[in-house]
Nanobody, 124 residues
Framework: QVQLVESGGGLVQAVGSLRLSCLASGRTFGSYAMGWFRQAPGKEREFVAVINWGGGKSDYADSVKGRFTISRDIAKKTAFLQMNSLKPEDTAVYYC?????????????????WGQGTQVTVSS
């Protein structure tokens, strides 16, 4: 089992930037995809971004393409989400998750370990 701890959330003005981090414990961080999801009040948890086990392939939700960048440092067992040009509609609790496979997907069911989440609030 892996434990995931997110950090880096906070309050930022629109068009500002934040960088989220997700620190993993356990030996198998580098063998699985890592994903970021978010959940706004009253809404379903939604996919944001995913990066494969080696870091060479990534995918994004249409709503964040061109603004967010996912990356990972296998040696440091950390995944990142760089968020630029933030909008008020990006406000949510952001979760990192470990995929069940080396190549991740966009569905919640494709992930088996989740962090506790970090709040991101974007003011207009």
């Amino acid at each position: 089992q892996v434990q995931l701890v997110e950090s880096g959330g906070g309050l930022v003005q629109a068009v500002g930037s934040l960088r989220l981090s997700c620190l993993a414990s356990g030996r198998t961080f580098g063998s699985y995809a890592m994903g970021w999801f978010r959940q706004a009040p009253g809404k379903e948890r939604e996919f944001v971004a995913v990066i494969n086990w080696g870091g060479g392939k990534s995918d994004y939700a249409d709503s964040v393409k061109g603004r967010f960048t996912i990356s990972r440092d296998i040696a440091k067992k950390t995944a990142f989400l760089q968020m630029n040009s933030l909008k008020p509609e990006d406000t949510a609790v952001y979760y990192c998750a470990r995929g069940r496979r080396a190549d991740g997907g966009k569905r919640v069911e494709e992930y088996d370990s989740w962090g506790q989440g970090t709040q991101v609030t974007v003011s207009s």
